[in-house]
């Protein structure tokens, strides 16, 4: 059984901040990754894809993948309230199937 | 119209019912999914379609039906549902199906079972 485990939260930072959100995953083929971030009543929204081991960084956002150690995060520096939300991070294995974890809900307060 | 969009985006249906949601997406995708959420679980995929044929069907149960025409619209048939797959059903599209690429969701449609 193929897994993604992510820590459900809440995750509180203060507006400013940095937020670090964390992801393990069990498939040692997986190839590709992705954090998606969903607000509450709404439906995923893809904010970073990821696919080899390192940092990628997107204005406030920083995706850190490291396959030896079966892990990637996602930092969110300079927090705002706006980015309160739950974060989805998800898996493949280069099909079409994409596996996701249960979320992490942050909260950034003012 | 943009991206990928969903209809209706809320439904309540009596177990004897038979309904349709539908999907469309307006990026140029090869390929499209079904995605089931429920609360305190992850997305469930139910069914994907690349380039219009059905390559996964997730062990979902017959009571839900897909139907992909083209390229570009995909529907969910429901009939005789339990109130267990009252949840919120995605539809998403990617560009290269096959390779693990990026997936776009829809709004949603949030499906309630009576």
């Known amino acids: 059984q193929k897994e993604v485990e992510q820590n459900s939260g809440p995750l509180s930072v203060p507006e400013g901040a940095i937020a670090s959100l964390n992801c393990t995953y069990s498939d040692r083929g997986s190839q590709s990754f992705f954090w998606y971030r969903q607000y509450s009543g709404k439906s995923p929204e893809l904010i970073m894809s990821i696919y080899s081991n390192g940092d990628k960084e997107d204005g406030r956002f920083t995706a850190q993948l490291n396959k030896a150690s079966q892990y990637v995060s996602l930092l969110i520096r300079d927090s705002q309230p706006s980015d309160s939300a739950t974060y989805l991070c998800?898996?493949?294995?280069?099909?079409?199937?994409?596996?996701f974890g249960t979320g992490t809900r942050l909260q950034v307060f003012p | 119209e943009t991206g990928v969009t969903q209809t209706p985006r809320h439904l309540v249906m009596g177990m004897t019912n038979k309904k349709s949601l539908k999907c469309e997406q307006h990026l140029g995708h090869n390929a499209m999914y079904w995605y089931k959420q429920s609360a305190k679980k992850p997305l469930e995929l139910m069914f994907v379609?690349?380039?219009?044929?059905?390559?996964e069907n997730n062990s979902v149960p017959s009571r839900f039906s897909p139907e992909c025409p083209n390229s570009s619209h995909l529907f969910l048939h429901l009939h005789t549902l339990q109130p267990e797959d009252s949840a919120l059903y995605l539809c998403?599209?990617?560009?290269?199906?096959?390779?693990?690429?990026?997936?776009?969701f829809g709004p949603g449609t949030r499906l309630t079972v009576t």
């Open positions: 998403a599209s990617s560009q290269a199906p096959g390779t693990g690429d990026e997936q776009y």
């Open positions: 379609y690349s380039l219009e044929e059905r390559v």
């Open positions: 998800a898996v493949s294995d280069n099909t079409d199937k994409l596996i």
